[in-house]
């Protein structure tokens, strides 16, 4: 099974002074003390997290943004955070910077489920989620006013693991604000709260919770920005409505601020074009701060029901509150279709919450989800970035494969698409990024996903992109090369399953040039090296044993090139680094220009299953000279000229097919050109 990357890089083996260098896009799958999962990427300056929950959960999910990290909370836990649940628990980004993805460390102050010698893991963790879920219900009963021990046994779970840094706060006076947070006159209830100094975030940033109807925070004196949600929990814990209250203040002393949740009254709904059923919506409320820093927060509330209060227009900072929604046909429909909007208040709440969408508005995705299984249950994920945002939060809605479905979403210049796909959604298995895409309304684009040959290639960047991590460039006298290790043939990158006890994974990559080996590693994928600066023919050798139970059908083709040092004209570049990865991780490269789109000529042959288990692919040739990317520093990042279809494509390959049983897969010596040296891609010939 193709699957979910595993990030740790492992180092080259010197040859020819290689030297391995450090990724600059990263990838990290995190596991919550719930049992849920989290797929969080940092690509091109943007940070995408993706939920996968575990089986059996109710899907809601939040999500927190406050000094550089991410906080994703199932919407369960709230109610508990800060006093019988750490907030640390949740802090993803401290949990990647702890090493701490595939199992958390807890402490209990009593027992708790799924917690085993110390440790929560996702599957453990499953029993853990689903009694937080069962007492949510139950407490949710009461408006969670007689709480008592977490699950009756436990009371407190803490992370037993360095987490988030302590928060500097300034030396300013500081004054108490009382927040009462109502639904009604004299009805204290229950919120989570957002609270920033809209003035400078560094005077105040959090996310205080309002325990049976008040909240009190220490706070210097200025503007501020609060936002309240008000969910209700049926007895399942799921999440059936939320109320979103904003609204701003100013801090001269001591004071009490009311936020009455019964003012939301402004039902947020969408009409399309065709019938469709809400399966998914997330709210996200975004801050900006006058000087300095942000905050953001985001509830995905599945398909409950939401209203927000209208609210005056922000006189300090900035003000966004952006709903995104995700709606499917009705069951039985003979050609399925989707729907996948995002809308975005700016400036203040309308008290107008009804979206229609028309027809002229939209673009056609004509996706097709390919799968060797009949009946597979499969995940996809689709993130919709607006303008202002870097962040972005989805999750993994089931479907079945294989799988062909018209997909609308809005077109224009302002909207990025982010599109994923799991192989195995009962595994998280199979993790497969689509890049960030755009799409221009009245237009149609067909999108296939895990078609085969699944093979390694040289990623190529979409259309519009102007700058991007090169797979196989050269500056002055080095080479850099990061070989994919699976794409498909729409260009998808495939991650790689970690291993697991019992299976076979290893790898071994050279980059040959006049007989002798410039890299040569062991479980990498790519690296630098020092090039002659004659013209000379340069070969990747890849080999990869794993033991799955995959198949292919042969295909091939072959690439020719060759390599000069050149001394061009300078032109102003960005360094970036550039990036070598084990099989299990996705390999980035420097930035560097292309001036033309490739060619290629890929005929299918017929697919002949073999008794063998080997799988092979193989490029040589030598590339050919061009101008290359001039900057002081060890890898360039420069704009791309590039007019390409928009996605990533596949190198060609030839793959010989296994029966399908399973077994270790050997793919021997097989030998991929890079285009070093020349910032065109390579010709290609047929054989």
């Not at 870097?390 to 799988?403: D, E, I, M, N």
Request: aromatic share 6%.
């Amino acid at each position: 099974m193709l699957g979910v990357a595993a990030v740790v890089v492992a180092g080259l083996t010197p040859a020819a002074e290689a030297v391995p260098v450090t990724s600059a896009d990263t990838t990290h799958t995190v596991t919550l003390v719930t049992g849920d999962r989290v797929v969080v990427q940092d690509v091109g300056g943007r940070q995408t997290a993706t939920a996968l929950p575990r089986p059996g959960s109710t899907g809601d999910f939040v999500n927190q943004r406050i000094d550089g990290d991410l906080y994703v909370v199932p919407a369960t836990a709230l109610p508990y955070l800060g006093s019988s649940l750490d907030r640390s628990l949740f802090d993803v980004s401290a949990l990647i910077r702890d090493g701490v993805t595939d199992q958390v460390p807890v402490q209990v102050d009593g027992s708790a489920p799924g917690v085993l010698a110390g440790k929560v893991t996702a599957e453990s963790g499953a029993a853990f989620g689903a009694a937080l879920a069962a007492q949510a219900g139950r407490d949710a009963k009461n408006h969670f006013a007689t709480r008592g021990p977490l699950f009756g046994t436990a009371n407190q779970v803490r992370l037993a693991a360095p987490g988030a840094p302590q928060q500097v706060h300034p030396n300013f006076p500081m004054h108490t604000v009382r927040i009462l947070t109502v639904n009604g006159a004299n009805t204290p209830v229950d919120a989570s709260l957002g609270v920033i100094n809209t003035n400078d975030s560094r005077n105040f940033n959090a996310f205080p919770y309002s325990t049976a109807g008040e909240a009190r925070v220490s706070v210097p004196s200025g503007d501020y920005g609060v936002v309240a949600w008000f969910p209700t929990f049926d007895a399942a814990g799921q999440v059936t409505s939320v109320r979103v209250v904003a609204q701003d203040f100013a801090v001269t002393g001591d004071q009490t601020v009311t936020i009455d949740g019964s003012k939301a009254t402004s039902e947020i709904s969408v009409s399309t074009p065709k019938p469709s059923n809400l399966t998914s919506e997330t709210l996200e409320y975004f801050r900006s701060a006058q000087t300095m820093g942000s905050q953001g927060y985001a509830f995905a509330v599945g398909n409950g029901k939401a209203y927000v209060a209208p609210s005056a227009p922000t006189k300090v900072g900035g003000f966004h509150f952006n709903v995104q929604t995700h709606s499917e046909s009705p069951a039985g429909t003979a050609s399925p279709y989707s729907y996948d909007l995002k809308i975005d208040n700016d400036g203040a709440l309308g008290a107008n919450q009804h979206y229609k969408v028309t027809a002229d508005q939209l673009a056609t995705l004509k996706e097709s989800y390919y799968s060797d299984k009949p009946g597979r249950l499969e995940g996809a994920s689709r993130i919709i970035f607006l303008p202002y945002e870097v962040f972005g939060f989805g999750q993994f809605s089931p479907l079945t494969a294989p799988l062909q479905r018209t997909e609308y979403v809005l077109g224009g210049p302002g909207l990025l698409y982010d599109d994923a796909v799991l192989a195995g959604m009962a595994t998280g298995g199979g993790f497969t990024a689509g890049g960030f895409l755009n799409y221009a309304a009245k237009t149609t684009t067909p999108v296939e996903w895990h078609r085969g040959p699944l093979a390694p290639g040289l990623t190529v960047p979409s259309a519009g992109t102007t700058s991007w991590f090169c797979s196989a460039c050269r500056r002055d006298d080095t080479i850099r090369v990061a070989l994919t290790p699976v794409l498909d043939s729409d260009g998808h990158t495939l991650y790689l399953d970690a291993p697991t006890t019992g299976t076979v994974s290893t790898s071994h990559f050279q980059l040959l040039s006049g007989g002798k080996a410039l890299i040569d590693g062991k479980d990498v994928t790519g690296g630098e090296a020092t090039a002659p600066a004659a013209q000379a023919a340069y070969k990747i050798v890849y080999d990869q044993t794993r033991t799955a139970p995959w198949s292919t059908s042969p295909r091939s083709a072959t690439a020719s090139g060759r390599s000069a040092r050149r001394t061009p004209a300078r032109r102003p570049c960005r360094t970036a680094g550039h990036a070598t990865r084990s099989p299990a991780r996705r390999p980035t490269a420097r930035r560097c220009p292309w001036s033309r789109p490739p060619t290629s000529s890929r005929p299918a042959s017929t697919a002949t299953p073999r008794p063998d288990r080997t799988r092979s692919s193989s490029h040589s040739g030598t590339p050919r000279a061009g101008p290359t990317c001039r900057s002081p520093g060890p890898a360039s990042r420069c704009p791309s000229t590039a007019a390409r279809r928009g996605r990533r494509r596949s190198w060609p390959t030839s793959a010989a097919a296994a029966t399908g049983r399973s077994g270790p897969t050997r793919r021997p010596r097989r030998a991929v050109t890079s285009p070093c040296g020349s910032t065109r891609p390579m010709s290609r010939a047929t054989r």
